[in-house]
């Protein structure tokens, strides 16, 4: 799914047509409203976005995680041993992020229940990188070009697999030429934040 975005707010592209919005409907503050265009006219009247932002769906990309074998039942595996060693201490060497106090004391989306005390459910825990890089190489002085990309790696999956190509997941592309603005990053990652919102609440 291809999302058309100013650096302000995103318009999804559905099947049966593109859903545009001529302006931005993203409000800076409860009292102001920010809209700036987010179209260009062309000379032949067609109107183009302004910004476009290459969006992969999160709950894609799990199926296809989750269809591979073996892969379940890493990620279930280390929630069920955090959940047996609960009444231990804490190790003293901290050798995965589950091992972590954070993740040990974390709620879950059920009142009253641990996050890694899963149940009959699988409960996956990622860490989020956005990055920014010049797809044309470096020049002597600095980067002409920058695009970026927002990406994800499960921490439920050992360490030797985690990083493969084939289980991270590349949520985003931002197209260049130019970086956004720090400031504006959250309304690039909003249709990320969006889906795992919606998995935390009621899962997928």
Not at 34 to 44: A, M, W, Y
Not at 96 to 110: D, H, I, N, V
Not at 149 to 161: E, F, G, K, R
Not at 198 to 204: E, L, N
């Amino acid at each position: 799914m291809q999302l058309s975005l100013h650096l302000c707010t995103f318009v999804f592209e559905r099947i049966g047509g593109p859903l545009i919005s001529e302006y931005c409907t993203h409000h800076l503050n409860p009292e102001t409203l920010c809209g700036e265009p987010l179209l260009d006219t062309q000379p032949s009247g067609a109107h183009l976005p302004k910004k476009t932002l290459v969006y992969h769906d999160f709950n894609d990309y799990l199926a296809g995680l989750l269809s591979r074998s073996n892969i379940e039942m890493m990620i279930d595996m280390v929630c069920n041993n955090l959940t047996a060693s609960l009444s231990s201490p804490p190790p003293h060497f901290i050798k995965t992020p589950f091992e972590a106090q954070f993740l040990r004391e974390f709620s879950g989306p059920k009142a009253g229940q641990f996050f890694v005390d899963r149940g009959d459910e699988g409960h996956c825990t990622f860490s989020l990188h956005i990055d920014f890089f010049n797809p044309e190489g470096m020049t002597v002085h600095r980067a002409s070009n920058s695009s970026g990309i927002i990406s994800m790696a499960c921490l439920n999956l050992p360490l030797d697999v985690r990083y493969k190509l084939e289980n991270m997941y590349l949520a985003g592309i931002i197209l260049g030429p130019k970086q956004p603005l720090l400031k504006n990053l959250n309304h690039y990652i909003r249709p990320l934040i969006t889906q795992l919102a919606t998995s935390w609440k009621q899962g997928v």
